[in-house]
Nanobody, 122 residues
Framework: QVQLVESGGGLVQAGDSLRLSCAASGRTFSNYAMGWFRQAPGKEREFVAAIGSIANTYYADSVKGRFTISRDNAKNTVYLQMNSLKPEDTAVYYC????????????????WGQGTQVTVSS
């Protein structure tokens, strides 16, 4: 199995930046697609970004140009660099792993972390 632990969340002001990390354990990490989701108060969980095993990336329209997903296979870690944060980015951010990009972007990750809170004040 794959275990995921997110970190890096916090309280920031609009316009600030944060980098979230997702540390993974388990076999064949480099072959997994990875992704980030978020759930804001009173809203459904939504897709944020995904990265495939060959580092191909995908983003939700709401974060394109502001967020960057990357991976370091040697460290079994996936990152989400979040710039120009807005109050509407406030949410619990979850890391997910799946066997393919489609598995991630469809919302059905095979493994999920516990989440890290990101709060952006205006």
């Amino acid at each position: 199995q794959v275990q995921l632990v997110e970190s890096g969340g916090g309280l920031v002001q609009a316009g600030d930046s944060l980098r979230l990390s997702c540390a993974a354990s388990g076999r064949t990490f480099s072959n997994y697609a990875m992704g980030w989701f978020r759930q804001a108060p009173g809203k459904e969980r939504e897709f944020v970004a995904a990265i495939g095993s060959i580092a191909n990336t995908y983003y939700a329209d709401s974060v394109k140009g502001r967020f960057t997903i990357s991976r370091d296979n040697a460290k079994n870690t996936v990152y989400l660099q979040m710039n120009s944060l807005k109050p509407e980015d406030t949410a619990v951010y979850y890391c997910a792993a799946g066997i393919s990009i489609v598995t991630i972007t469809s919302g059905r990750g095979d493994y999920w972390g516990q989440g890290t809170q990101v709060t952006v004040s205006s």
